[in-house]
Nanobody, 123 residues
Framework: QVQLVESGGGSVQAGGALRLSCAVF???????YGWFRQAPGKEREGVAA????????YYADSVKGRFTISQDNAKNTLLLQMNNLEPEDPAIYYC?????????????????WGQGTQVTVSS
C-alpha cells in the first residue's frame, strides 16, 4: 500500500513558479511516480512521470520545457517544479504511483492517488 500526500500548491501570477511536493509513504522502488491534474469540467490528465530510480522522465507536450519532475529518494519525496506558469495550468494537481504504463501519462495506469493540491494562476 502506498500513501501519497501533496503540498506546495497555491496562487501565483502568470509567468511565476511553484514547487509541488509529494511525500510517499510505503515507498516502493519498482513503482513509477507521476503528477496529474484536473481542471474544472475537464478530464484528469497526465503532466509528468518518472521511472524507478529516476532514470527516465516523461512530460505532456503542454508542460515540456516548463515543468521538471524529480524525486528525492533519501526523503521519499516526489517533486514537481513548475516554471513560467500559464493561464492554462490552473487545476488540482495529484501525485500518483503505478506500474510501467504510467509513462503514457494515462489515468488507467495509476494504482494510488494523493488527495490533490490546488494551483491557481492569475493573469
Amino acid at each position: 500500500q502506498v500513501q501519497l500526500v501533496e503540498s506546495g500548491g497555491g496562487s501565483v501570477q502568470a509567468g511565476g513558479a511553484l514547487r509541488l511536493s509529494c511525500a510517499v509513504f510505503g515507498y516502493g522502488d519498482s513503482w513509477y511516480y507521476g503528477w496529474f491534474r484536473q481542471a474544472p469540467g475537464k478530464e484528469r490528465e497526465g503532466v509528468a512521470a518518472i521511472s524507478p530510480g529516476g532514470t527516465s522522465t516523461y512530460y505532456a507536450d503542454s508542460v515540456k520545457g516548463r515543468f521538471t519532475i524529480s524525486q528525492d529518494n533519501a526523503k521519499n519525496t516526489l517533486l514537481l517544479q513548475m516554471n513560467n506558469l500559464e493561464p492554462e495550468d490552473p487545476a488540482i494537481y495529484y501525485c500518483a504511483a503505478g506500474g510501467a504504463g504510467m509513462y503514457r501519462l494515462r489515468v488507467e495506469y495509476v494504482n494510488f492517488w494523493g488527495q490533490g493540491t490546488q494551483v491557481t494562476v492569475s493573469s
